[in-house]
């Protein structure tokens, strides 16, 4: 399912079991490199970590404006589509996935690496992606231009990046 970027997508087509080339979600990326780093938890192959993070490297450089994540959907401003509900948490997952996969791969260095993306998540949430009540959109890379959409589930994945920032950021 991993694509030639690096990314996995979101299926395989059926009949020749390869990449159905539909769409690449941020939190596909997520998930995947904390199954890989829960593996190599249990069987003590720390290359998986590195295969981990071809695909984390490939998601932080790909699916970003600016440095910040940013879904397909993600600027109906510019007249494309607004993110459903289960796309609006999308970041969020890959968020909370990347802090377990700094928690199952207990290393200083990987941390040290993935510290300033983490931290970046969670100023865009804080600087852009927050309305005048404080309220959590969709949008975390550009201010409210972008066209967030403030639902809870935006709210959740926001909160994602903030908690992750609290574990792995610095002060």
Not at 58 to 82: H, R, V, W, Y
Not at 139 to 151: H, I, K, L, T
Request: proline fraction near 3%; glycine fraction near 10%.
């Amino acid at each position: 399912m991993r694509n030639s970027q690096g990314l996995y997508n979101d299926g395989l087509d059926f009949t020749t079991c390869a990449n159905n080339g539909q769409t690449v979600w941020t939190y596909n990326q997520g998930v995947i490199a904390s199954g890989l780093a829960a593996l190599s938890a249990a069987t003590g192959d720390k290359s998986l970590l590195d295969v981990a993070e071809v695909t984390l490297d490939a998601a932080f450089s790909q699916l970003t404006q600016s440095g910040i994540l940013k879904e397909s959907c993600d600027n109906p401003a510019m007249g494309g589509t607004q993110c459903n509900h289960d796309q609006q948490i999308f970041k969020g997952i890959l968020m909370k996935h990347l802090q377990y996969y700094l928690d199952m791969a207990n290393d200083p260095v990987r941390t040290a690496k993935y510290a300033p993306i983490i931290v970046a998540q969670a100023s865009g949430v804080l600087h852009y992606g927050m309305d005048a009540d404080a309220d959590v959109g969709s949008v975390w890379y550009a201010p409210n231009a972008g066209g967030s959409v403030f639902q809870p589930q935006a709210s959740a994945s926001g909160l994602a990046a903030i908690v992750a920032a609290a574990k792995y950021g610095t002060c």
